[in-house]
C-alpha cells in the first residue's frame, strides 16, 4: 500500500472534529488491521484467501464501533451545545416525550425544569436505549442513517459520503454518495457471506485495500455531517 491510514494525522485541518469515536477507529484500524494488510501483501496472488477475510470482518467490526459510539457522543455533545431545548431535533423531543407519558410518576415532567433536560435527555439515550435504536435495522446504510437520524436529527448522515479525486491522501478516485453508499452495502455484507463459506472470488488484496481506504473517508465524512450541526447550534448559544 503507497500511502496508509496511519498518514491521516497529517491532514493540515484543524477544525475537523475529531472525537474519541474517530480517533479509535483511526487507532484500531492502524494498529490492527494495516498489518495485516501488509502481511497479505506477501502472500501468493490468490483471492479471497482466509487472512483476507479475516481483515474484512475485523474492519467490519470496527466500523460499525465507530459509529454507534459517534452516534453516542454526537448526541452528547449536541444535548451539551444547543442553547435550549427547542432546539432539540424532532426525534429526540418524541422519544422523550413518550417517556415521560408513559411515566406513572405525576411529577416526572419536573425532571425537565430548568436546565435539567439536558441531563434527562443524556440519562434516556443510554447504551440500552442507544443499542436498540441502532438495531432497528440490519447492519448497512440504512442502519447508519436511522441511528444518526434518532440521536442526532440529521435526515441522511449518508447524502455526506461524496468527495473529488484526490480531496483525501488516501483517496485517489472521486465518489459519488450513490457509489459511496453501494461499496458501503457490499462491505456491510460480506460478513454474513464469509460466515456462510460463499463463493467470493473477488475478494482480493487490492479489493480489501479500497474498502479499508473507503471506510476511513466515511469515517471523515460522517464526523464532518455531526461538526457542521453542531457548528451551527454552537454558533446561537448567547455565551458565544
Known amino acids: 500500500m503507497k500511502q496508509t491510514i496511519t ?10 472534529f475529531c472525537p ?4 479509535t477507529f483511526i487507532k484500531n484500524i492502524s494498529d490492527d488491521i494495516y498489518p495485516l494488510l501488509e502481511l497479505a501483501s506477501n502472500e501468493p496472488d490468490s483471492a479471497a484467501t482466509p487472512l483476507l477475510k479475516s481483515i474484512t470482518v475485523l474492519l467490519c467490526n470496527y466500523w460499525k464501533a465507530f459509529y454507534f459510539n459517534l452516534g453516542q457522543e454526537a448526541l452528547v455533545q449536541l444535548v451539551d451545545t444547543i442553547p435550549s431545548s427547542a432546539h432539540l431535533p424532532l426525534p429526540i423531543k418524541q422519544a422523550i416525550a413518550r417517556d415521560i407519558l408513559d411515566n406513572k410518576d405525576k411529577l416526572a415532567i419536573w425532571s425537565l425544569a430548568d436546565d435539567q ?16 435504536i441502532f438495531n432497528t435495522y440490519p447492519a448497512g446504510t440504512r442502519q447508519l442513517d436511522h441511528y444518526f437520524q434518532q440521536l442526532t436529527g440529521i435526515e441522511q448522515i449518508s447524502s455526506f459520503w461524496h468527495w473529488e479525486k484526490d480531496e483525501y491522501p488516501f483517496l485517489h478516485s472521486a465518489c459519488s454518495v450513490e457509489q459511496a453508499c453501494d461499496i458501503h452495502e457490499q462491505l456491510m455484507l460480506l460478513p454474513e457471506e464469509i460466515s456462510n463459506q460463499e463463493d467470493l472470488a473477488y475478494l482480493n488484496y487490492h479489493t480489501v485495500c479500497e474498502y479499508y481506504a473507503h471506510t476511513l473517508g466515511l469515517a471523515i465524512k460522517t464526523q464532518t455531517a455531526i461538526k457542521a450541526l453542531l457548528d451551527v447550534h454552537h454558533s446561537d448559544r448567547p455565551d458565544t
Open 20 to 23: 474519541v469515536a474517530t480517533t
Open 7 to 16: 498518514e491521516v494525522d497529517n491532514m493540515e485541518n484543524e477544525a475537523l
Open 117 to 132: 433536560w439536558r441531563d434527562h435527555v443524556a440519562n434516556y439515550f443510554n447504551y440500552e436505549v442507544s443499542n436498540r
